[in-house]
C-alpha cells in the first residue's frame, strides 16, 4: 500500500471526524496488516495507524479501518460492474446517518463509525472527482479497541452467537422499515428513501458477459463437478452432471426471482452476505467462559433490496449446522421479531412483519438459504482467519500498549478457537478466478476433514430438497 495513498487534507478530515478537535498535528502514518484476511474477494483492507500530537505536546497513536478496492482484477471488475464502492460509500455518508437516529437510543446501528469516504470514476460510473476507481477508499472505526473480533467459521456458531446477531439484524432491518415508513420530512429523507428502493441485486444476475453471471456459473460447474466426484457411485458423471448442472441453474434461477421486491410481502435493506468476516463479535470481560454480547456488520458492499429472510437464512445456512438449525430455528424466527419489534415499535411491526410471516418466508424460501450455503461455504472458509488472538492483529507490543492505554483498555479479546489451522494457500487463491474450482478443492476437502465435513452437509441437504438424495431419519 502506498504511504502517499491519502492526502493530508483526508487524513485531517479523518482525525477530525474521530477525535472532535482541531487541536491536532499529524506526525506520520503508516499501513498494517489486518486480521489475517488483508485481501479478500470484495476488497483489500489494512489498519491505519495515525501518530499525531495534541495541544498538550502529548503523542498519541490512533488506529483505523481502511477498505480500498480489491487487488484482483476479476473481484475489481465486479466490484466496478455492481457499484460495490458506490453503494458502501452512500450506506454510509448517507443512509446510515438517517437511520441512527430513527431507532430507539438503546439499540444503535450494529456497524462501525464511518470516518473518511469516497468513490472514484469508473467507465460506467463517473465521479465529480475526476479520482480513478482506485482512489476509492473508506476509513472505519477500528472495532477491535471496543472488543469486537472476526467470527471463525471453523466452529459453527451456537444459540448466544445465533441471539446476538439476531437482534443486529432486526435493528438494521428495523431502521430500513422506519426509513421506509417516513413521509419524507426533508430531501434528504426523501432521496435516501427511494435510494433504498432502487438498489440493485448484486450476485443473482444472470447475463453471461456479466462479472456476477461468470461467478454463478463457476459456482454451478464446480457444485456439479464435486457431487460427482464425492459420490460417483450414486451420482456417475457421465449420466448426472448435465442434470445436476440444470438442476442447479433451475434452484440459482428460483433464488434470483425470490430477491426480488415483493409487493405482498415486506422488503428491507439487507447486508446481502451476512457470514465469515463480515460479522465481528464482542464478550464478555473477565469470564473464564466468554459469551458473546453484541455483533457488527462490515462490508456492505453486497446490500440488496429484499425480503429480511434472506439475510436470516444466509447467516443461518452458513454459519451453524443442520442439526442445530432444525431445533432452534422457530426459536430465533420468534427471537428475531420481538427485537424487531422492540426497534420499529409493536404497532408498526405488527403491519409490517408478523412473526407468522417471517415463519412463513422461512418456509418458502429454504431454496434460497440452500444455495447460499452451496455459495458461500467454501469462500468464508477459505478466508476464515487462521486465529484470533492478540498476535493475529499484526500490532508490535508497544504500538498494543500504546493503543490501549490510550483507549482505557486493560485487555485484549480471546477466544477459545485460536490455535485453528487455515485452508491450504492454494484454497485461499482460488476464488480469485470465475472458473470451475471443483478439483482444488475436492483436493483440499480429502486433505481436511472438517472442510469436507462442511461441504458435504450443504450438498446433502441440498440434493435432500431437489429430491435426489433420500432422506435419513437420523439427519
Known amino acids: 500500500m502506498k504511504m502517499d495513498f491519502f492526502t493530508e487534507d483526508d487524513l485531517t478530515a479523518t482525525l477530525m471526524s474521530a477525535i472532535m478537535s482541531p487541536n491536532f498535528k499529524i506526525l506520520d502514518h503508516r499501513f498494517d496488516k489486518v486480521y489475517n484476511f488483508g485481501s479478500t474477494k470484495m476488497g483489500t483492507h489494512r489498519r491505519l495507524v495515525l501518530e499525531i500530537e495534541d495541544s498538550e505536546n502529548d503523542q498519541h497513536l490512533l488506529s483505523f479501518f481502511a477498505k480500498f478496492v480489491p487487488e484482483n482484477e476479476a473481484h475489481k471488475a465486479f466490484a466496478i460492474a455492481n457499484d460495490c464502492f458506490g453503494k458502501e460509500v452512500y450506506f454510509y455518508s448517507h443512509i446510515a446517518s438517517i437511520m441512527e437516529p430513527m431507532l430507539p437510543y438503546e439499540m444503535p446501528l450494529p456497524i462501525p463509525m464511518c470516518h473518511f469516504a469516497r468513490v472514484g470514476s469508473t467507465e460506467s460510473n463517473t465521479s465529480d472527482s475526476g479520482l480513478s476507481f482506485e482512489a476509492s477508499a473508506i476509513i472505519l472505526q477500528d472495532l477491535y479497541h471496543l472488543g ?67 461467478i454463478l456459473h463457476g459456482v454451478v460447474e464446480t457444485t456439479a463437478n464435486l457431487i460427482c466426484q464425492f459420490w460417483p457411485q450414486k451420482y456417475p458423471k457421465e449420466q448426472f452432471y448435465q442434470r445436476l448442472l440444470d438442476i442447479l441453474w433451475n434452484s440459482f434461477r428460483n433464488v434470483g426471482a425470490m430477491l426480488q421486491p415483493s409487493h405482498d410481502l415486506l422488503s428491507v435493506l439487507c447486508h446481502g452476505e451476512l457470514c465469515g468476516n463480515n460479522i465481528l463479535f464482542a464478550y464478555e470481560k473477565d469470564q473464564e467462559e466468554q459469551a458473546p454480547v453484541d455483533a457488527k456488520f462490515v462490508d456492505m458492499q453486497l446490500m440488496r433490496y429484499s425480503s429480511p429472510i434472506t439475510d436470516i437464512l444466509t447467516f443461518l445456512h452458513v454459519c451453524t449446522r443442520r442439526g442445530f438449525r432444525n431445533k432452534h430455528l422457530p426459536e430465533l424466527l420468534s427471537y428475531y421479531q420481538m427485537e424487531f419489534s422492540r426497534a420499529v415499535s409493536p404497532k408498526v411491526a405488527t403491519k409490517t412483519l408478523s412473526l ?120
Not at 415508513?181 to 428502493?197: M, R, Y
Request: charged share 25%; proline share 5%; glycine share 4%.
Open 148 to 214: 469486537f473480533v472476526p467470527m471463525n467459521m471453523w466452529i459453527p456458531l451456537d444459540l448466544p452467537y445465533c441471539r446476538v446477531v439476531m437482534r443486529a439484524l432486526a435493528i438494521f432491518h428495523g431502521g430500513s422499515v422506519l426509513i421506509q415508513n417516513s413521509k419524507g420530512e426533508s430531501s434528504e429523507l426523501a432521496e435516501v428513501h427511494e435510494a433504498i428502493f432502487s438498489i440493485k441485486e448484486s450476485v443473482f444476475i444472470f447475463d453471461e458477459d456479466a462479472p456476477s453471471g461468470k
Open 356 to 475: 407468522e410471516e417471517l415463519q412463513t418466508c422461512a418456509k418458502d424460501m429454504k431454496e434460497f438459504g440452500l444455495v447460499a450455503a452451496i455459495h458461500l461455504i467454501p469462500v468464508c472458509l477459505a478466508q476464515s482467519p487462521a486465529q484470533t488472538t492478540v498476535s493475529s492483529f499484526h500490532f508490535d507490543d508497544e504500538d498494543c500498549h500504546q493503543i490501549q492505554d490510550m483507549l482505557g483498555r486493560q485487555s485484549l479479546p480471546y477466544r477459545r478457537d485460536s490455535l485453528l489451522e487455515p485452508l491450504p494457500e492454494p484454497l485461499q487463491k482460488a476464488y480469485s478466478m470465475q472458473e470451475n474450482q471443483s478439483e482444488i478443492i475436492f483436493e483440499t476437502m480429502r486433505a481436511n476433514r472438517k472442510f469436507r465435513g462442511r461441504l458435504e452437509e450443504a450438498y446433502i441437504e441440498y440434493l435432500e430438497f431437489v429430491g435426489l438424495w433420500e432422506s435419513s431419519s437420523s439427519e
